[in-house]
């Protein structure tokens, strides 16, 4: 099969390489999916887990990619809830090869069923923004109707889902980014911007929830504008401040089956709005991934034409 393979942490999205690959074979509780689009994060590059196993041995060339929508095309021994010919989409595993390919081999948990109205280049652009923003504001930020969000880059892929998700929950959100993204952080749903390049942040405060995605300095004067007892979600590392008398979560995104249903479900009846940027064949792919100009929401490589 056709694979975009790394294999020099240092050269980052330039060392990538378009090459012939074995396919993969499904593995107990596994599905094999041909993939059909994929997400791309480039900070991926960056993460241990896309260069080291989980005993920290060396695992290169690696496949990246961890976001998909394809078709199931085998089962593993034991594998339970998705059957072949199944349109799905959803979260691959981080330590193993990802979806810059024809196909792989992931556990069918990771994976939820994709409705047939629901386009493939659509579905892989939702499962890691999707699931952070619902886990960041939900579970871990635990958001009631009424509070007050400040979504850091809410005109990035996350940002703008955690806008979207906030405001249908009830929230009122005060988006953050560059000023050329004010207007895509007023369409996403942000009730106010603040440029952080040029507005005074402090200006905003009483925040019930802040939900970091820039980390730094950003983060910690955040912490600062959140009432007592709120709390900071962030997912670009360790918290460096914490609220008084509240709440500082870090966490890694998981797939979950149930919370991909339930954010494809918006999309399809138009709570939710995806935010692509670029789509490319897989053959471009690199390019695309090394282009100069700035990014402005998910990268999609359309890996089945
Ligand atoms: N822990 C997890 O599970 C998890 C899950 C998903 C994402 N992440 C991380 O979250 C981060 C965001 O991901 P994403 O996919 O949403 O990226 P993205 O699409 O690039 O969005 C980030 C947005 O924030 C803006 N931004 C960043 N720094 C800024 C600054 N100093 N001032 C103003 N605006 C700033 C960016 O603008 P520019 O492009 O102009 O900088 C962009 O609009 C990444 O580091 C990613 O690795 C972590």
């Not at 952080?185 to 005074?200: M, S």
């Not at 918006?266 to 695309?288: F, P, Q, Y």
Request: charged fraction near 20%; include cysteine.
């Amino acid at each position: 099969m056709k694979a975009i393979v790394v294999t020099d942490q240092a050269a980052g999205t330039t060392g990538m390489k378009l090459v012939e690959r074995p396919e993969p074979q499904a593995a107990i509780n596994d599905v094999v999916v041909q993939v059909h689009a994929s997400g791309f994060v480039p900070t991926e590059l960056t993460w241990p887990s896309t260069w080291a196993d989980r005993r920290d041995c060396d695992r290169t060339p690696v496949i990246p990619g961890h976001e998909l929508a394809g078709v199931v095309t085998a089962l593993g021994y034991g594998t339970t809830g998705l059957s072949v010919g199944q349109r799905v989409f959803g979260l691959a595993d981080w330590y193993r090869d990802g979806t810059l390919a024809e196909y792989i081999a992931m556990e069918a948990r990771n994976l939820a069923p994709l409705p047939g109205d629901v386009d493939f280049t659509v579905a892989a652009s939702l499962p890691i923004s999707g699931l952070t923003a619902w886990q960041g504001l939900f579970q871990h930020g635990r958001l009631q109707a009424g509070q007050s969000v400040l979504a850091h880059g809410a005109a990035g892929a996350v940002g703008s889902m955690v806008t979207q998700l906030a405001r249908e929950a009830g929230a009122y959100v005060i988006g953050t980014g560059r000023a050329a993204d004010r207007q895509k952080a007023l369409d996403f749903g942000a009730n106010e911007f603040v440029d952080l390049d040029k507005d005074a942040l402090e200006d905003v405060g009483g925040i019930d929830l802040v939900f970091d995605v820039i980390g730094g300095d950003i983060q910690k004067r955040s912490v600062a504008l959140i009432r007592a007892g709120g709390t900071l979600v962030t997912v670009v590392g360790p918290a460096e401040a914490r609220p008084a008398d509240g709440l500082a979560v870090d966490f890694v995104v998981e797939s979950d089956r149930a919370q991909l249903s339930e954010i494809v479900q918006r999309v399809r009846d138009g709570r939710v709005r995806t935010n692509i940027g670029k789509v490319s064949a897989l053959e471009g792919a690199v390019a695309t991934f090394n282009a100069t100009e700035r990014r402005a929401g998910k990268t999609v490589i359309r890996v089945r034409p």
